[in-house]
Nanobody
Framework: QRQLQESGPGQVNASQTLSLRCSVS?????????WSWVRQPPGKGLEWMAT???????DLAPSFKSRTSIFLETPKNQFTLQLRSVTPEDTAMYFC????????????????WGQGTWVTVSS
């Protein structure tokens, strides 16, 4: 059974770069064509951030475009998100997800999801 596992620092200081990794196990990362990062701030809904496809094309949400990178490491079965110049407003649960269709409105009922990793940004 395919599993996704997020890993991250747990806590970063404001203005630093947050780096999150999603490791895919139980199958090839090539099972899904689109791989995304989604976050959920406290008390708010899911917020799509970025998507990379298997050939390296990237789509970024407008609100993150200036400070976000996402890239795929196919041989390692993983993909990575980097969020620069973080602020306390970036405190959230961060999820990685895979899907065979591109969407900017992800939901837990579609594709495969990791359990999420909590990130606190300290001022």
């Amino acid at each position: 059974q395919r599993q996704l596992q997020e890993s991250g620092p747990g806590q970063v200081n404001a203005s630093q770069t947050l780096s999150l990794r999603c490791s895919v196990s139980g199958g090839s990362i090539k099972h899904y064509y689109f791989w995304s990062w989604v976050r959920q701030p406290p008390g708010k809904g899911l917020e799509w951030m970025a998507t990379v496809d298997l050939v390296g094309n990237v789509d970024l949400a407008p609100s993150f475009k200036s400070r976000t990178s996402i890239f795929l490491e196919t041989p390692k079965n993983q993909f990575t998100l980097q969020l620069r110049s973080v602020t306390p407003e970036d405190t959230a649960m961060y999820f990685c997800t895979g899907d065979d269709k591109f969407t900017t409105t992800p939901g837990f009922r579609r594709g495969s999801w990791g359990q999420g990793t909590w990130v606190t940004v300290s001022s």
